[in-house]
C-alpha cells in the first residue's frame, strides 16, 4: 500500500480482512482496492499474477521480513452492470473507491481500512454503508437494495447463512424477506461454487446453526430436496452435525499411541455423511459428482463412511462383543471407522458410539492387523491355483487369527474352502 501510494494511487484494505480486523479475528488473507489499473499494479511489483485482468484483479507475491510469501489480492476500484448469468457482470469499468464498495454484498464487507492512518493504535476505517453499525448491532444486511444484491449473484443467498452463522449475526428484515423470494434461483449457480461454500460453511463449529437458517431461508429445497421433503429432515441434519462436531473436538489432540487415527477436523465428506444419511441412497456416485462436485476420492470417503456405519450392529455392543466377530473387526480397523462411528454417534446420540470411539483408538493396531499366518504364497506353495476361492480362503484364515487362533489352525481354515480333491 505505501509503494501504490507513493505512485499517486490511492489504495486501501477492503472486504472480510477489515470485518476480521474490526471483529478481533485473524484474517486468513488481505485483499486490496486501489485507484492503480493492472498496467500501473504490474509496473510497481516484481511478482504479479494475472488472475481477472478484465476485473481489475490481480495477485501480487511479496515476502515479508522472516521471507513467508504472501499472495496478495490487489483489485482496481469498479462499478459493474448487468448480470445476465447471474454471477458476472456484463459491464465493468474502473471507477472510485465509494463506488466499488456499493457493488459488494453486505455491510460488513464493504468497510475500508487504512492502515497507514493510525490515531492511538486505531487504523482509520472508511464506512459508506453502515457497515460498523451493524457489526455493533451483530446484524447482517445487503448493500442498497437487498433484491438487487442477490439477483446480481445468486451465490450470496447462500453465503448469507454461513456469514451470519459464523459471526453469531441476526439477518436483517429486508434481507431475509429477499432470500426467501429468491431462494429458488441458488439452483443457477454453478456445483463449483456451490462446493466451495458448502466446504466453508460445514467444517466449523457454526455448521448446526448454518443449517438451521438454510432450512428457515428454504434453501435447502435447492440444494437437498429430498432431506427438504422429510419431517423435521433439516433439523435433524442440524442436529447430527451439532454432535459431529462435538464428537470431533471430544477426541481432538488425544493421545491415541496404538495406531488407529481419529478424526482431527470435519471435512466436506464427512460432514455430507452427517448431512445427507437419512437420504443416503438417492445419492449415487454420478450424483454425488454432478450435484457437489466431489473428487474420486472424497466420493469413496463419503461412500465408505455410509457402508461402515450401516454395517455395524444396532444397537452396538461393547469392544470386547464385537471383537468376537471378525466382520465387525475388520470394519473398526478401516481408516474410515473413526469417522463412521461419529455419523453413529449423531444418529443415535445415546448409542454408545462415543464410548466405541475412544476404546478403539486404544486397541493396538497390530492386534487387528497382524502379519498374516496364511497369505497367498502360502496357498501358491500348497499347490493351490489363484482364483475366487483365493479370498474366501485368506478371509477363513484370517477369521481364526483375529479370534486368537494359531498358524495350523488358520491353514486347516483355509484349506477347508476348497472342494476335496
Known amino acids: 500500500m505505501r509503494r501504490l501510494r507513493g505512485a499517486g494511487h490511492s489504495a486501501y484494505l477492503v472486504g472480510g480482512c477489515v470485518r476480521d480486523l474490526l471483529l478481533h479475528l485473524s484474517p486468513k488473507d488481505f485483499d486490496v482496492a486501489t485507484s492503480a489499473h493492472p498496467p500501473e499494479v504490474r509496473a510497481l511489483f516484481r511478482h504479479v499474477v494475472e488472475v481477472g485482468v478484465a476485473f481489475g484483479v490481480l495477485r501480487v507475491h511479496q515476502r515479508d521480513a522472516d521471507e513467508t510469501l504472501h499472495e496478495i489480492e490487489v483489485a482496481t476500484f469498479r462499478a459493474e452492470a448487468g448480470y445476465s448469468d447471474g454471477r458476472r457482470p456484463d459491464e465493468v469499468r474502473f471507477t472510485d473507491a465509494r463506488e466499488d464498495v456499493l457493488r459488494r454484498d453486505f455491510t460488513i464487507n464493504g468497510l475500508l481500512c487504512d492502515p497507514l492512518d493510525v490515531d492511538e493504535d486505531h487504523a482509520a476505517v472508511v464506512d459508506w454503508v453502515g457497515g460498523l453499525a451493524d457489526l455493533r448491532d451483530r446484524q447482517l444486511r445487503a448493500i442498497g437494495e437487498p433484491q438487487e444484491r442477490f439477483t446480481e449473484d445468486a ?241 477363513a484364515a484370517e477369521d481364526v487369527q483375529l479370534l486368537g487362533g494359531n498358524a495350523q489352525s488358520a491353514l486347516a481354515a483355509a484349506l477347508a474352502t476348497f472342494p476335496a480333491t
Request: positive net charge; aromatic residues 4%; hydrophobic residues 50%.
Open 155 to 395: 451465490l450470496r443467498l447462500l453465503r448469507a447463512p454461513r456469514f451470519a452463522a459464523r459471526f453469531d449475526l441476526t439477518l436483517e428484515a429486508r434481507t431475509e424477506q429477499a432470500i426467501h423470494a429468491l431462494a429458488p434461483t441458488l439452483a443457477r449457480v454453478s456445483a463449483e461454487r456451490v462446493r466451495e461454500e458448502l466446504q466453508s460453511m460445514l467444517r466449523v463449529p457454526t455448521a448446526p446453526r448454518a443449517l438451521a437458517l438454510i432450512a428457515r431461508l428454504q434453501l435447502g429445497e435447492v440444494l437437498w430436496p429430498e432431506l427438504a421433503q422429510l419431517p423435521d429432515g433439516q433439523t435433524d441434519a442440524s442436529d447430527r452435525m451439532t454432535v459431529g462436531h462435538r464428537e470431533v473436538a471430544r477426541l481432538r489432540g488425544a493421545e491415541v499411541p496404538a495406531g488407529h487415527s481419529v478424526e482431527q477436523a470435519i471435512d466436506l465428506p464427512l460432514a455430507l455423511a452427517l448431512v445427507l444419511y437419512p437420504v443416503r441412497a438417492a445419492w449415487t456416485p454420478d450424483r454425488l459428482a454432478e450435484r457437489l462436485k466431489l473428487a474420486r476420492l472424497e466420493i469413496r470417503r463419503l461412500l465408505t463412511i455410509w457402508h461402515i456405519a450401516d454395517g455395524l450392529p444396532n444397537p452396538l455392543p461393547t469392544l470386547a462383543v464385537m471383537q468376537q466377530t471378525p466382520d465387525w473387526i475388520r470394519l473398526l480397523r478401516m481408516p474410515d471407522a473413526d469417522a463412521a462411528l461419529i455419523v453413529r454417534a449423531a444418529l443415535l446420540p445415546d448409542g454408545g458410539a462415543a464410548a466405541l470411539r475412544l476404546e478403539r483408538a486404544r486397541v493396538a493396531h497390530n492386534t487387528w492387523s497382524p502379519e498374516l499366518f496364511v497369505n497367498g504364497d502360502t496357498l501358491r506353495a500348497l499347490g493351490r491355483r489363484p482364483g475366487p476361492q483365493f479370498r474366501a480362503a485368506l478371509l
